[in-house]
């Protein structure tokens, strides 16, 4: 014999943590603007190339892209990898350096700035999140790993915008949209 189907009902204080929750994480994004952007150093690899990435060097070109993501060859960061990755010549037209950073060792990153970055920028190694934590970045709910947290940096070295969503959907449309409206203010025009 068959169970009957249930009825739904509404769970009103299940619905009201999971929302309030959603709403936290999303307005939590580490740094603030307005913040130092702490300076780092570390290995990175652009096209399975090894280099030292330095911020402030980069920061010397122009505005930098900064994102942090959980784990390269994962379902979320592989989608955020491919849009950042289409989007890099807008923002080296825009005078901007985008950076990638994850726990992962070197080696995995080789691969994936070659697979999932497409060649496009740079993915650097975070395997103690040293980085992420100078930069309030860690997933408090995924011990071990960064968040999925992005920054822009402009060459003063300020932080002037921050995100964080585990959904990587909107991280390349803001920090685009945020590096626009910083160049508009330095009356620099749209590219």
Known sequence: MEKPARPHRPRPLRTLAAGLLGLSLAAWAGLKPGSPAPDFTAPASLGGKVFQFSLSESLKQGPVVLYFYPAAFTSGCTVEAHQFAEATDKFKAMGATVIGVSHDDIETLKKFSVSE??????????????????????????????????????????????????????????????????????????S
């Open 117 to 190: 970055c497409r060649s496009k920028f740079a993915v650097a190694a975070d395997p103690d999140l040293s980085i992420a934590k100078s930069y309030d970045a860690t997933a408090w709910y995924m011990p071990g790993h960064s968040d999925r947290t992005s920054f822009v940096i402009v060459p003063d070295g300020t932080v002037i915008y921050s995100y964080s969503a585990l959904k990587p959907d909107e991280h390349v449309k803001n920090t685009m949209d945020a590096l626009e409206k910083w160049k508009a203010q330095q009356g620099v025009p749209k």
